[in-house]
T-cell receptor
Framework: NAGVTQTPKFQVLKTGQSMTLQCAQDMNHEYMSWYRQDPGMGLRLIHYSVGAGITDQGEVPNGYNVSRSTTEDFPLRLLSAAPSQTSVYFC??????????????FGPGTRLTVL | RKEVEQDPGPFNVPEGATVAFNCTYSNSASQSFFWYRQDCRKEPKLLMSVYSSGNEDGRFTAQLNRASQYISLLIRDSKLSDSATYLCVVNYGSTLTFGKGTMLLVSP
């Protein structure tokens, strides 16, 4: 099993550009989520999904869109990048059953810089 | 507001020392509690869940005090490889809230 994979590992964008961060998991997990991690801050939840076709907002959803067309994939789209979105982005997955009670498996992260 | 507060750190300890990390949370309805470990520039990984009766995994002991809304992690006989940031994690409904983490540096 590859676990949770994320691409790209690094990305530099200019203000106003859009892009999609990819996340995939091969563990047949229903629950997937996106976090951002900034220096001096804890991981903050951006969006999450409890299954294909179902998504919901987390703590910091503004400026980001998600979709979940398959169980395996959960891409995160930045609509119009801003310097405030410079961060490390982690995708995570877990079994659905009471997802917040289960171990979260994280991808290796995408380091994004917006100039 | 969802809050998970941790000791700011860093904690600098020699090999073999015992070190304790503290964490408080704001939601009395929270039901699940975890400690995650994050190495520098890596993803977080589950260290251990925290159960009401307290639990131990080798050199690591986790305690939960629901009345005080307080969680602790004790590491005995610290190893160089324990150097990392330790994240306290608490559920708020169906989502998890992460503390900012406490960095541990173990020196020879």
């Amino acid at each position: 099993n590859a676990g949770v994979t994320q691409t790209p590992k690094f990305q530099v964008l200019k203000t106003g550009q859009s892009m999609t961060l990819q996340c995939a998991q091969d563990m047949n997990h229903e629950y997937m989520s996106w976090y951002r991690q900034d220096p001096g801050m804890g991981l903050r939840l951006i969006h999450y999904s409890v299954g294909a076709g179902i998504t919901d907002q987390g703590e910091v959803p503004n400026g980001y869109n998600v979709s979940r067309s398959t169980t395996e994939d959960f891409p995160l789209r930045l609509l119009s990048a801003a310097p405030s979105q410079t961060s490390v982005y982690f995708c995570a997955s877990s079994q659905l059953a009471a997802a917040s009670y289960n171990e979260q498996f994280f991808g290796p992260g995408t380091r994004l810089t917006v100039l | 507001r969802k809050e998970v507060e941790q000791d700011p750190g860093p904690f600098n300890v020699p090999e073999g020392a015992t070190v304790a990390f503290n964490c408080t949370y704001s939601n009395s309805a929270s039901q699940s509690f975890f400690w995650y470990r994050q190495d520098c520039r890596k993803e977080p990984k589950l260290l251990m869940s925290v159960y009401s009766s307290g639990n131990e995994d080798g050199r690591f002991t986790a305690q939960l005090n629901r009345a005080s809304q307080y969680i602790s992690l004790l590491i005995r006989d610290s190893k160089l490889s324990d150097s990392a940031t330790y994240l306290c994690v608490v559920n708020y409904g169906s989502t998890l809230t992460f503390g900012k983490g406490t960095m541990l540096l173990v020196s020879p």
